[in-house]
């Protein structure tokens, strides 16, 4: 079972920024796709940014540009570097982990199911 826990959210003005980082623990070495996903009040989730074990990287098209992903060297933190930040960047961000790799049909996505999920980390932003 992977564990995640998610830090780094906080209020910020449009314009600024925020890095999240996700704690890791449990990933398997041989195959993995983990990412961001975030949940506005009233709306669905979605997909934000996901990096697989074959260095496959995926933004959905809303923050192509602004966000990078990354991780620490012994893939033991996942990190997301927020730029340009808008209010519709408001949301519950979460990290979590499949055992697959990263879906090639949905930007910002991983296939198959979650094998991992944190609790979440809020970001608001203020106009």
């Known amino acids: 079972q992977v564990q995640l826990v998610e830090s780094g959210g906080g209020s910020v003005q449009a314009g600024g920024s925020l890095r999240l980082s996700c704690a890791v623990s449990g990933l398997s070495d041989s195959r993995y796709c983990i990412g961001w996903s975030r949940q506005a009040p009233g709306k669905e989730r979605e997909g934000v940014a996901v990096?697989?074990?074959?260095?496959?990287?995926s933004y959905a098209d809303s923050v192509k540009g602004r966000f990078t992903i990354s991780q620490s060297n012994a893939k033991d933190t996942l990190y997301l570097q927020m730029n340009s930040l808008t209010p519709e960047d408001t949301a519950m961000y979460s990290c979590?982990?499949?055992?697959?790799?990263?879906?090639?049909?949905?930007?910002?996505?991983?296939?198959?199911?979650?094998?991992?999920w944190g609790q979440g980390t809020q970001v608001t932003v203020s106009s």
């Open positions: 990096i697989d074990s074959n260095g496959r990287i």
């Open positions: 979590k982990a499949t055992a697959r790799t990263v879906d090639l049909g949905r930007r910002g996505y991983c296939s198959g199911p979650a094998s991992g």
